[in-house]
Nanobody, 121 residues
């Protein structure tokens, strides 16, 4: 009932910047907490950043604090991840995640298909 589509990944040199976007669509009452996760080759998926429904509370993994900024536009059902000062170790597939309140009043969690971010010189 909810589709998440990420965009904005690519190849960037160390020290560069990228902005990821995620669009939520489908049939739902509201999108609550949204987040970005990443998975590097051979590693488990890990939380990068999250933002509450109203956008009032954000949470960052220690390894991105001060470099990444998560934001959202509820009018467009979008969440963004501005990534600055990128490092080689930021390489991985970045996934959008969202908690959606459905018309049935139940809450379900959804994942996007992921977008590849590669940091390399």
């Amino acid at each position: 009932q909810v589709q998440l589509v990420e965009s904005g990944g690519g190849l960037v040199q160390p020290g560069g910047s990228l902005t990821l976007s995620c669009a939520a669509s489908g049939s739902f009452l509201s999108i609550n907490t949204m987040g970005w996760y990443r998975q590097a080759p051979g590693k488990q998926r890990e939380l990068v950043a999250s933002i509450t429904g109203a956008g009032s509370i954000t949470n960052y993994a220690d390894f991105v604090k001060g470099r990444f900024t998560i934001s959202r536009d509820n009018a467009k059902n979008m969440v963004y991840l501005q990534m600055n000062s990128l490092k080689v170790e930021d390489t991985g597939v970045y996934y959008c995640n969202a908690d959606a309140r459905l018309w049935s009043m139940s809450t379900r969690n959804y994942w996007g298909q992921g977008t590849q971010v590669t940091i390399s010189s």
